[in-house]
């Protein structure tokens, strides 16, 4: 009940300092914002459809796993699965786009930010894992062990962390690169732009050939991942966009004849790979191409539909417990997947799975997020104040 209260009492504040309605408060956490001028469209289209791929991915392969409900439909869940991988990138890419370029901001304050809107939610999420589950009570014992495990990264019960893992990994970057971009030319950004796309492309040739390569460059990785999300927003109108769209095509054909054809070979075509990045750059430039042709026409640029602003909103809550909601809501307990509808409406089934396990992740996303999450990010952040003001009391008292 106290807890109730609070989070009652937080809320209220809230909307007072934002001079709201309580309708326009609640329009506010529905991610119906009005500073449409300001914001970039196309991310949240491509955080929109980022998300969809994410659970669609992972009800694609689940079901591919299982032959005898496939059936004649493995090589399309299996090919539209590894495209739909590209998901991904994405996430990493629009984070590039959003945090590299140059800005006025104290390194302090920008670790500050990651740690209550990434680490902060993180945390919380993992623990509603390890509490759903059993691995956690309320003993120090139990709270040492969560944090041990929470610092050693994703385990079997929460393997679609990695990607958050990764993202923070990017964040610790972020200040040197901005420094690093602040002045660097068009034609630098180009070529340090074709360096990664060749290194990653070596790299993933050397894979397809079975070979492991020795040495490990950090920018072939996902680190030039996130860089290309940020070099997308800067290159020039039309000069590279024929090149980009054509490889996008070329990797999608790629990762599908690769999983079909050459299923020994899949491993090369995940994650960082050039096939999925060509085609991840495509989709982002079309996005961005599409907002811009808006703003030369003159058209108004709204924030988004309903549902994409609630997805965009909340992408990153939904990222985190899309599992949950996909194979121990929707699977287990609703008992809903491909088998429902045999034969050639499988596809369908897989599709209507997705989206019910959508709708109980932003469901429980908007809850969670405005109540837990809210409750454990003011009280870090009175944490944090207070020993902030001790730290300036015996600072002041040694000067004295």
Not at 4 to 10: F, G, K, N, S, V
Not at 214 to 237: A, H, N
Not at 311 to 337: G, Q, T
Request: hydrophobic share 50%; proline share 3%.
């Amino acid at each position: 009940m106290a807890a109730t209260a609070l989070i009652c009492r937080i809320h209220q504040e809230d909307r007072r300092k934002s001079g709201l309605s309580w309708g326009g408060y609640g329009r506010k956490l529905l991610g119906q914002n009005k500073d449409g001028e300001s914001r970039r469209e196309y991310l949240d289209k491509l955080r929109f459809l980022a998300t969809l791929l994410v659970i669609l991915v992972h009800s694609m392969q689940a079901t591919a796993q299982r032959p005898e409900i496939a059936g004649g439909w493995w090589y399309a869940f299996t090919g539209v699965s590894g495209l739909g991988l590209c998901c991904n990138l994405l996430f990493v890419m629009i984070s590039g786009a959003l945090l590299i370029p140059y800005r006025e901001e104290e390194m302090g304050d920008f670790f500050q930010k990651r740690m209550m809107k990434v680490v902060l939610p993180m945390v919380v999420y993992y623990l509603f894992y390890l509490r759903r589950f059993g691995l956690i009570s309320f003993s120090l014992t139990s709270f040492l062990s969560a944090v041990i495990q929470l610092l050693s990264g994703p385990m079997e019960l929460v393997p679609h962390f990695w990607l958050i893992y990764v993202l923070l990994q990017l964040y610790i970057g972020v200040p040197l690169l901005r420094w690093m971009v602040k002045d660097m030319p068009e034609s630098a950004l180009k070529w340090f732009a074709a360096l990664i796309l060749l290194g990653i492309g070596g790299k993933t040739s050397l894979f397809l050939l079975g070979i492991i390569p020795i040495i490990s460059v950090p920018w072939f990785t996902w680190e030039g991942v996130f860089f290309m999300g940020y070099w997308l927003t800067r290159i020039p109108e039309r000069v590279y966009d024929k090149k980009i769209y054509l490889g996008a095509w070329f990797g999608g054909a790629m990762i599908f004849a690769i999983l079909c054809f050459l299923p020994e070979r899949a491993s090369s075509v995940m994650n960082d790979s050039i096939f999925l990045l060509l085609l991840a750059m495509g989709i982002f430039l079309f996005f961005r191409r599409k907002d811009s042709l808006k703003r030369a026409e003159g058209k108004k640029i709204s924030p988004g539909r309903l549902c994409v602003q609630l997805v965009s909103r909340y992408s990153f809550s939904v990222l985190m417990i899309h599992w949950f909601m996909l194979f121990m809501v929707v699977d287990k307990h609703f008992h809903l997947d491909a088998r429902i509808l045999e034969g050639p409406l499988a596809g369908l089934a897989v599709v209507f799975q997705s989206f019910l396990a959508l709708l109980c992740s932003l469901l429980f996303a908007v809850i969670y997020d405005n109540t837990v999450v809210l409750l454990a990010e003011r009280v870090v952040r009175k944490l944090c104040r207070s020993l902030h003001h001790v730290y300036k009391g015996r600072r002041k008292g040694r000067i004295g």
